[in-house]
């Protein structure tokens, strides 16, 4: 479970910084329901870009603003329904789209559930400490601006081989950075890192593979914006059928136990990459679905609460990527297959691995055999702008994109998506990927057996369930000696 016991001398400290800067700490509550934001804050809002370094853009840490770059406000949450002329299904295929967070990913909602715990109780000092955010990309980018905003030293651990996009946006917002060795795979690094830091008392390690408040942001935000989406768009006999979710830190997937109290029948996929095919295979290797990684099982997964793996071929994600943002791409769609202009001005919306997410859905959907009365979500991580030196990347490998190669990507890397390299998992199955754990956590990172068997034996993840409520008494209690 979270620690919430307090520490009076650091959260004093805490709660002066916060005065000195005009912080308030948005509540769960108020990022599953934003009209119960207070109007002040709205009145800023309207004013304030969104990526603006201004502490009143916590409150836009949630599904529900508005698609706009400034003075947005709020409505129903941001998601994209794929048609089946695109997609080869006939059910209903939604995507939950991050880009209109604030950095362009819903990452700053995961390190929001690490962090604020920590500083509403004064574990964490922002005075006396850094926060320190390993990451393969987003992670630290959502880290990185949730320290800004809230008046703490950031510190952003990533791959060197990540996309140039991401280091430079650190650099812009004054993060120091590490780069670490290898690729999206390369999580290992990553934690040999954070180990060293970590002997350091003057840095805190937020590790979103572990910390519990990045499960639990998406158990209560994100699975109560997909439910909310699907009974804005269900229609009589309609069923939510299923979720799927690639597994970077296995954040994301946290939404689904939300969904499936909501909707026993639904079905929970993870996915991953098929060049490093750890849950299906016990298997390793690098891959370019940036955005997941990869080589080990993250502590806050709830394999127990997994009924598929699904791996998604990275060669697949790239070229959907050219499909979707070159201009003959963008032709094909709406000239060949009668797509929607709009709509297809919306696919620049999924990055990497949200094309990684809509293929699991697609493989997810064929294999159940779901209808046109079937609902399948995921979320759209981040979006197209944090891979436009991929694209240049691309093109320089493989060659300007023509209208042949357009519709050979349309065939071959949607249409003639098959049900191969997935598994359906049973309780023995479920059983196998969980242990996988013991060689990261028990063997590297000091976790124990018992505490390993708790998770699979215990009620660890419905406890934790329970603790939203507590941190928002202790948020309100922050703020309100904040703002005296």
Known sequence: ???????????????????????????????????????????????????DIDPVNLFRVNWHNEPKESGGLFGKPNFIEFPPELTGVPCRIIGMVGKWFPTGCHKVGASFG???????????????????????????????????????????????????????????????????????????????????????????????????????????????????????????????????????????????????ELYPGLKLAAGEALQCPTLLDNGFGGHRIEGIGDKHVPWIHNVKNTDMVIDIDDNDSQELLRLFNEPEGVIFLIRE???????????????????????????????????????????????????????????????????????VDFARRLQAQKTDNLLELTYAERKRVHNLKYYTWVEQQGKTVEELNALWYGTEFADVHKQAAAIDELIEAFNEEAAK
């Not at 703490?152 to 060795?181: K, Y």
């Not at 990055?351 to 159940?368: D, P, R, T, V």
């Open 1 to 51: 479970m979270i620690d919430l016991s307090i520490h009076p001398e650091g959260r004093a400290r805490n709660i002066a910084r916060a005065r000195e800067n005009g912080i308030v700490i948005p509540t769960f509550a108020q990022m599953k329901d934003p009209s119960l934001i207070p109007q002040k804050v709205l009145d800023k809002l309207s004013q304030t870009g969104l990526w």
């Open 337 to 407: 297959l009668g797509l929607d202009p709009e709509f297809v001005e919306k696919l620049s919306w999924l990055g990497i691995s949200g094309i990684a997410n809509l293929l699991c859905c697609i493989k997810m959907a064929k294999y159940y055999e779901f209808t046109e009365q079937d609902v399948v979500a995921t979320v759209l991580t981040d979006s197209f702008a944090m891979y436009g030196s991929r694209l240049e990347e691309l093109r320089l490998a493989d060659g300007e994109y023509t209208p042949v190669k357009a519709a």
């Open 114 to 260: 690490c962090l604020v715990p920590e500083l509403v109780t004064g574990r964490f000092d922002s005075e006396r400490q850094k926060a320190v955010w390993p990451s393969t990309g987003n992670y630290c980018r959502g880290g990185a601006f949730n320290s800004k905003l809230l008046g703490v030293h950031a510190i952003g651990i990533l791959p060197q081989e990540m996309s140039r996009e991401r280091f430079e946006w650190l650099r812009s917002i004054g993060a120091e950075i590490i780069a670490t060795p290898g690729c999206e795979s390369n999580v290992k690094e990553i934690f040999d890192k954070t180990h060293e830091l970590a002997e350091d008392p003057a840095n805190m390690i937020f590790n979103q593979f572990e910390q519990m408040g990045n499960h639990l942001w998406h158990y209560e935000v994100t699975g109560s914006a997909m439910a909310e989406v699907f009974e804005l768009i269900r229609r009589p006999g309609d069923r939510f059928a299923g979720a799927c979710y690639t597994t970077g830190s296995a954040g994301a997937i946290g939404s689904g136990d939300r969904l499936k």
